[in-house]
């Protein structure tokens, strides 16, 4: 984990580093006042402070209950910090009021496939999956979120992320280069703009 100072764009400098114990590699952040969240693949996630950034250090693990973490999204405003998990980890709802000692809520897991991407709009949690679906979830009660919907890929081939979400549309997109929007109740499509490239990825 490391710290940068961009106060000066066009000059940016090291404030302060933490090393990820053991040894992981840190695939997604959140950021919370004084307090980092590092989705930090077959080692779960870890939890820093970073009151001091010059000096960062580890105050908190959540390990892993499937076979990685892959991405990660934080609920600042009620405390919560939403993980997606390969495997049958699915996607997890975890209490960080006390950041150094994180505590699952409830989880829910796709009906095929592993949460790929995760993007918040509380209390809809949109979803993709690893093989090529689409979702919306329900986490209303934490304890116990539900899917609303899922469909499969329509007009595109894998996809990638979720390249942004809003209180009305979900924005996929894909390994073929197209950027598709669902109206993200029933996730019909609203539109699809190839981009000519060989692929697009989350924002």
Do not use: M
Not at 26 to 42: F, K, R
Not at 50 to 73: I, W
Not at 128 to 149: F, L, Q
């Amino acid at each position: 984990l490391a710290i940068i100072d961009f106060t000066t764009p066009s000059s940016p400098s090291l404030l302060g580093s933490s090393g990820v114990s053991p040894n992981g590699n840190c695939i997604s952040l959140a950021w919370e006042t004084n307090y980092v969240y590092a989705c930090c693949e077959s080692f779960g996630v870890r939890v820093f402070s970073v009151s001091n950034p010059s000096s960062p250090s580890e105050v908190g693990t959540l390990p892993k209950v499937g076979d990685a973490c892959v991405d990660l999204e934080l609920d600042a405003a009620n405390h919560n910090l939403y993980v997606a998990e390969s495997g049958t980890g699915g996607v997890r709802i975890i209490d960080v009021t006390t950041p150094s000692s994180p505590s699952q809520l409830g989880k829910f897991v796709p009906s095929t496939g592993y949460p790929l991407d995760i993007s918040l709009v509380i209390p809809k949690i949109a979803f993709v999956s690893s093989i090529d679906k689409i979702g919306i979830a329900d986490s209303s009660n934490t304890a116990n979120p539900i899917i609303n919907k899922q469909r499969g890929a329509i007009g595109c081939n894998s996809f990638t992320g979720i390249a942004a979400v809003s209180v009305s549309q979900v924005y996929t997109s894909t390994q073929d280069g197209k950027l598709t929007c669902f109206e993200n109740a029933a996730l019909d499509v609203a539109y699809q703009i190839d981009t000519g490239g060989t692929g697009t990825h989350g924002l």
